[in-house]
């Protein structure tokens, strides 16, 4: 897996308390479902092998993958776990001690946290197409079986892709 539950637990609002094999689940899905698409297949296997991570590869885990992976399971906690108590029969019971959630609260709770995952997710793919692939040969590597998620680019009114910024030269280019 990309990450731990420990890890999750620390830099995540998923609880201390929370059930270790909820979140070890949904490690693993955002892994297949959302990290995949956006590091490719090629990428991904390096970033899981390479227990070591040196250089431009520790950058690309700390500053993005690891945010984004935390970001996406406390999304996907909190839709499974508000389900789980909605459905036990306590999620909507308030009285003069308690007052429980309503359906546009949750809902209101839910689009933000997967506002902040998709946020962190489109600034992993803007740092991997920023230097047009030069820093991550892996990234380039076509995926037949799953094409890559360009949802950090953003077209621009007249057609063509945002100026790139290239750290090696430090200057922008185009696509």
């Not at 040196?54 to 906690?77: F, H, K, M, S």
């Not at 306590?90 to 609260?105: I, K, M, R, V, W």
């Not at 076509?142 to 007249?158: Q, S």
Request: proline share 3%; net charge negative; glycine share 4%.
């Amino acid at each position: 897996m990309i990450t731990t539950v420990e890890i999750v637990k620390e830099y995540g609002l998923t609880q201390q308390g929370a059930d270790t094999k909820t979140i070890s689940i949904q490690i693993q899905r955002c892994q297949d479902i959302y990290l995949r698409p956006a590091l490719g297949l090629e990428l991904l296997n390096y970033v899981l092998v390479e227990a070591n991570r040196v250089d431009d590869y520790a950058i690309l885990y700390d500053t993005y993958i690891l945010p984004c992976v935390v970001a996406y399971v406390d999304y996907r906690c909190a839709v499974f776990l508000t389900t789980k108590i909605t459905n036990k029969g306590a999620g909507l019971t308030s009285d003069q001690n308690f007052n429980a959630n309503n359906d546009a609260d949750n809902t209101e709770f839910l689009a933000s946290l997967k506002a902040d995952a998709d946020f962190y997710k489109n600034e992993l793919i803007k740092y991997l197409r920023d230097d047009n692939g030069q820093m991550f040969e892996q990234y380039n590597v076509t995926d037949d079986l799953m094409p890559k998620d360009r949802t950090g680019i953003v077209p621009n009114w007249y057609g063509s892709t945002r100026p790139i910024f290239n750290n090696r030269t430090n200057c922008y280019e185009c696509e």
